[in-house]
């Protein structure tokens, strides 16, 4: 178990850190995707350190989707672009039920779409969870969580290079498009972070107890983030969605006010110091 003060890891001067680079989800725009998750995330990665590939992903024929107003064929091979080291595919439709989507549905709709959303986002934490569960029998240094389906606008080799000497509390995500939460398009971190970060869907229950509901995906990451002590760290890496058809969505890049900034690494840092502090009691 990592302590508030504890290093990303420890690593030796005459041994390369090891990145592990997880993706998830659907690949459903990965042939105009793949140049920029290359050029932008796996050769920096590579630069650094020893790199290993890991992916989950459904396996679809066809995607469709009202709220992004998508309706197309999927190549289901696709995903062997990646080249990845260890992929496990699935079926989708699984996971709901033993998420019980049901009943967290029954909690509110905040996407307003009949629940559709709601089922994307339950798809996505279980890929999440079960890609940091690949990753961490391979026990890295470093960590990257990424969609496959974002063209990535910026080099991550700084972001990396940083986060290699953070303390493993820390968690490095883009700063735009918080809404309330924490945005969730990216992570980079220790091995203890992202397995937190990947395991977020075991806490549904817990934050639907909390809120009453109902479950936005920025918001359920800051409860996720600050329930395991772990502190956010905006970066200014962008990404951009791009549906099935190839279509690129304008985003909005402006980055989190300072002031709602320094509001949130007090309530982050705030719930660090109380975790530490329970472990301390619990152990002593």
Known sequence: MCTAGQAVAIIEPSRRPRIAIGFFGVTRSLKWTLPSIRENIIEPARRLGDVRLFAHFYQQTHI??????????????????????????EEPGHCLAEARYEWILSHGDAFHDGGKSLANLIHQLHSLQAVGRMINAWQPDLVVLARPDLRYHDNLENALRKQLTRSARYISVPDWQWYGGVNDRLAIGSTHACHAYANRIDLIPAYLRKTGGPLPAERFLRFSLNSH????????????????????EDENFKPISTSKMLRRYAESFLFSFLRFQKNNLINS
């Open 229 to 248: 002590g772990l502190i956010p760290v905006a970066t200014s890496i962008t990404a951009s969605r791009v549906r099935a058809a190839g279509r690129t």
């Open 64 to 89: 469709t989707n009202p709220r992004s107003g998508e309706d197309d064929p999927l190549d289901p091979e696709e995903y062997r672009l990646l080249e990845c080291d260890e992929v496990r595919l």
